[in-house]
């Protein structure tokens, strides 16, 4: 089951066609990601005092229905865990009749701050540091 969070569209965020700038809906999925992580007792500063920290090595994002001014919606994250230093995301923005907004596929991984390396196995890095490794479909 994927994770998701709410999120009204605001003015500031339109751009000169009134519709969401393009920018934002990787912005609102970012947040969901980062909102993911706090479910599961990752929260930003925990990861960063554990010397991990996620990265994003590509990003695909598909537009399917414009978003307007007021417009709710809810930007779902899901992992998938293939093996190796990487692993996916699958991110949906819904609006609150069901319609596909835009669809975020993202290519991620564990980077050992230390080092500046990604890590061998970024499930178990992230496992040993959630306190709840289901959310993270671990």
Not at 3 to 20: A, C, K, M, Q
Not at 62 to 83: A, I, M, N, P
Not at 133 to 138: R, S
Request: hydrophobic share 45%; net charge negative.
């Amino acid at each position: 089951m994927a994770f998701s969070v709410p999120v009204t569209v605001r003015g500031y965020e339109l751009d000169i066609n009134g519709h969401l700038n393009q920018a934002v809906y990787l912005q609102y999925a970012e947040h969901a990601r980062w909102e993911l992580m706090k479910a599961a007792g990752i929260p930003g500063e925990k990861m960063v005092g554990s010397g991990i920290g996620p990265v994003v090595l590509e990003q695909t994002l598909k537009y399917q229905r414009e978003l307007h001014l007021g417009d709710e919606v809810t930007v779902s994250c899901e992992f998938r865990w293939s093996g190796g230093k990487a692993f996916r995301m699958h991110q949906e923005i819904h609006k609150l009749d069901g319609t596909v907004s835009a669809t975020i596929d993202v290519v991620c991984g564990i980077m050992d701050l230390r080092l500046r390396k990604l890590v061998a196995d970024p499930a178990a890095a992230l496992r040993e540091v959630a306190e709840f490794p289901d959310a993270l479909g671990l």
